[in-house]
């Protein structure tokens, strides 16, 4: 398998651009997450979905961050619109069914992450 | 609630060995560890379900105390390759990981 696929690598934008970013998780998982890692807040979870419903986004920061998957090999991250504050690292990552809950035993794929900078 | 891992950051020379802890305020019932190397992705690396599980791979190896809120990660003989940063994660109630801010380890030659 191809693993977790993200697009683009990078992006540079201006503020107040929309962005729009995509990944394509393992074939045959139901779990789907998207995180944003930077210095100052470390690895941050925006939003998971299961089975292509958004399950819990509390971690998205504002209105302007939206998900979605459409279908369950296909997901966008959208920022509309952007601001300095949100280059960051963005990553996908996606995990098998099976147990949920506390001792779950789901590992978590990673893609290779989207390099945002909003200038 | 975010899990506490200490050190922040940690330098070692080849074959030095070293100990990244892992504590949570809350009941934890299972630990995943990920490695990030520079520039990459997180990559898994093993779970601890059950407190006072030990699991290893390669000289890389773990524990999982329950009852203490904590989990260990120890490296022996530290390579080269093992340099990056260490998470720790713990799984809510649903399927996602709150994961902790990270342990740098730089392991110079």
């Known amino acids: 398998d191809a693993g977790v696929i993200q697009s683009p690598r990078h992006e540079v934008t201006e503020m107040g651009q929309e962005v729009t970013l995509r990944c394509k998780p393992i074939s045959g998982h139901d779990y789907l997450f998207w995180y944003r890692q930077t210095m100052m807040r470390g690895l941050e979870l925006l939003i998971y979905f299961n089975n292509n419903v958004p399950i819990d986004d509390s971690g998205m920061p504002e209105d302007r961050f939206s998900a979605k998957m459409p279908n369950a090999s296909f997901s966008t991250l959208k920022i509309q619109p952007s601001e300095p504050r949100d280059s960051a690292v963005y990553f996908c990552a996606s995990s098998p069914a099976g147990t949920s809950g506390y001792r779950a035993k789901n590992i978590q794929y990673f893609g290779a992450g989207t390099r945002l900078s909003v200038l | 609630q975010q899990p506490v891992q200490s050190p922040q950051a940690v330098i070692l020379r080849e074959g030095e060995d070293a100990v990244i802890n892992c504590s949570s305020s809350k009941a934890l019932y299972s630990v995943h560890w990920y490695r990030q190397k520079h520039g990459e992705a997180p990559v898994f690396l093993m779970i601890?379900?059950?407190?006072?599980e030990q699991k290893g791979h390669d000289k890389i190896s773990a524990s999982f105390n329950e009852k203490k809120q904590q989990s260990s990660l120890y490296l022996t003989a530290s390579q080269l390759s093992y340099s990056g940063t260490y998470f720790c994660g713990t799984p809510n109630a649903g399927n996602m990981l709150t994961f902790g801010g990270g342990t740098r380890l730089m392991v110079k030659p």
């Open positions: 601890l379900l059950k407190g006072g």
